[in-house]
């Protein structure tokens, strides 16, 4: 083993509190604190689940791991501790990013999980710490961190280190308000190099375009970019929006702003909001009906809902979110009477061809 490579992984857990100080103090020194309209829910949420997740979570799972594989499979211990480190590093790496891409496209797609990583989103503006902005729940079930135990178990201890500090940066990187992508965008020459990086790892506006409250300014793709450390698997799996800008509005739709209780302790402790999805009383409606919303609508873009449970029908108001249910973007050129469809069986949806005639009742929409 190369002396450098073994002394940074000694030192990995220094590392990685060194990435969050520097970045920590180029969002100071470029003023990104002083203009913050974080509350104080924010940083409760946000400074709670990052101690948790470092000091409690990630340690007591890597524990566990090993000490359930040294009696499960002991003759597996050290395996892999032969191989060549490079090697090992990109495997370890390549494994964890495919977990976590599906683990968080997932969390996107079914209700349950949703709501564990819902916090996550309800960020207004990001930083740093918003990376490990979740309820404490969604990590205990993160497999990628599981995967940590199994990989230094089979004796990759010293990739894991070397691999953790890696995705510390890009993680940290893009969720930061230090957006070193820019100076891409800004000059012509410079836009193939970020073409190509782009195509690889995670860049801060890849990143920022999925934390945007909705599609409608043509930059967000918040059903989108679930990528954490490599852009591939989007790419791969058709989620992949490369955008070479930044979402005006960050968070979801009509966020009821829970308490920093709920948001961290869900669902062991619900929400006192009154209809949020954290809350007791909370019901996935469907809000269909057999007939069009006749409306005059002003030139511009909108966002129509295809999930059914919207109550700004036939407009999305995030209903969607915690389901495989997208919004259809579409734009209008000039101001006059439109028939919307409401039914959700029309083909050429947003615009009513009247399936709404030849159906009985509203369609049913897949619970979450």
């Given at each position: 083993?190369?002396?450098?490579?073994?002394?940074?992984?000694?030192?990995?857990?220094?590392?990685?509190?060194?990435?969050?100080?520097?970045?920590?103090?180029?969002?100071?020194?470029?003023?990104?604190?002083?203009?913050?309209?974080?509350?104080?829910?924010?940083?409760?949420?946000?400074?709670?689940?990052?101690?948790?997740?470092?000091?409690?979570?990630?340690?007591?799972?890597?524990?566990l791991?090993?000490?359930?594989l040294s009696r499960v499979i002991p003759?597996?211990e050290?395996?892999?501790?032969g191989?060549?480190f490079?090697?090992?590093?990109?495997?370890?790496?390549?494994?964890?990013?495919?977990l976590?891409?599906?683990y968080?496209?997932?969390?996107?797609?079914?209700?349950?999980?949703?709501?564990?990583?819902r916090?996550?989103?309800?960020?207004?503006?990001?930083?740093?710490?918003?990376?490990?902005r979740?309820a404490?729940?969604?990590?205990?079930?993160?497999?990628?961190?599981?995967?940590?135990?199994?990989?230094t178990?089979?004796?990759?201890?010293?990739?894991?280190?070397?691999?953790?500090?890696?995705?510390?940066?890009?993680?940290?990187s893009s969720?930061s308000?230090?957006?070193?992508?820019?100076?891409?965008?800004?000059?012509?020459a410079?836009?193939?190099?970020l073409?190509?990086?782009?195509?690889?790892?995670?860049?801060?506006?890849?990143?920022h375009?999925?934390?945007?409250?909705?599609?409608?300014?043509?930059?967000?793709?918040?059903?989108?970019?679930?990528?954490?450390?490599?852009?591939?698997?989007?790419?791969?799996?058709?989620?992949?929006?490369?955008v070479?800008?930044?979402p005006?509005?960050?968070?979801?739709?009509?966020?009821?702003?829970?308490?920093?209780?709920?948001?961290t302790?869900?669902?062991l402790?619900?929400?006192?909001?009154?209809?949020?999805?954290?809350?007791?009383?909370?019901?996935?409606?469907a809000?269909?009906?057999?007939?069009?919303?006749?409306?005059?609508?002003?030139?511009g873009?909108?966002l129509?809902?295809?999930?059914?449970?919207?109550?700004?029908?036939?407009?999305?108001?995030?209903?969607?979110?915690?389901?495989?249910f997208?919004?259809?973007?579409?734009?209008?050129?000039r101001?006059?009477?439109?028939?919307l469809?409401?039914?959700?069986?029309?083909?050429?949806?947003?615009?009513?061809?009247?399936?709404h005639?030849r159906?009985?009742?509203?369609?049913?929409?897949e619970?979450?």
């Amino acid at each position: 083993m190369v002396p450098l490579i073994q002394f940074l992984a000694d030192k990995h857990e220094a590392l990685v509190v060194s990435i969050l100080v520097v970045f920590g103090l180029l969002e100071a020194a470029l003023g990104c604190f002083a203009n913050s309209k974080r509350s104080k829910v924010d940083l409760l949420v946000e400074s709670i689940n990052t101690v948790i997740l470092m000091g409690l979570t990630k340690p007591l799972i890597v524990v566990l791991t090993l000490a359930i594989l040294s009696r499960v499979i002991p003759w597996a211990e050290g395996s892999v501790s032969g191989w060549p480190f490079w090697f090992s590093l990109l495997l370890f790496l390549l494994v964890d990013d495919l977990l976590q891409y599906w683990y968080h496209r997932s969390a996107h797609e079914y209700k349950w999980l949703w709501k564990l990583h819902r916090a996550h989103h309800t960020a207004t503006e990001l930083g740093l710490l918003v990376s490990y902005r979740q309820a404490i729940y969604y990590y205990m079930l993160m497999p990628n961190i599981w995967w940590l135990g199994v990989y230094t178990f089979v004796g990759g201890g010293v990739p894991v280190a070397i691999g953790i500090v890696l995705k510390q940066l890009i993680i940290i990187s893009s969720h930061s308000l230090i957006t070193w992508d820019s100076i891409f965008h800004w000059y012509l020459a410079l836009k193939p190099i970020l073409r190509i990086v782009e195509r690889i790892v995670i860049t801060p506006a890849f990143h920022h375009a999925h934390h945007a409250v909705s599609k409608v300014d043509g930059i967000g793709n918040p059903n989108g970019n679930f990528g954490n450390m490599f852009s591939i698997w989007d790419q791969m799996f058709g989620t992949a929006t490369f955008v070479h800008a930044y979402p005006k509005e960050y968070g979801i739709p009509c966020d009821p702003l829970d308490n920093w209780q709920s948001q961290t302790f869900y669902p062991l402790i619900k929400s006192d909001k009154v209809g949020s999805e954290l809350s007791r009383d909370h019901q996935w409606q469907a809000t269909t009906v057999n007939e069009p919303a006749v409306l005059t609508l002003e030139p511009g873009d909108y966002l129509y809902c295809v999930c059914g449970h919207s109550k700004t029908q036939p407009f999305c108001d995030g209903s969607h979110h915690g389901t495989k249910f997208q919004p259809i973007r579409y734009s209008v050129k000039r101001k006059k009477e439109y028939r919307l469809c409401q039914c959700k069986l029309c083909a050429h949806a947003p615009f009513c061809d009247n399936s709404h005639l030849r159906s009985t009742r509203p369609v049913e929409r897949e619970s979450p």
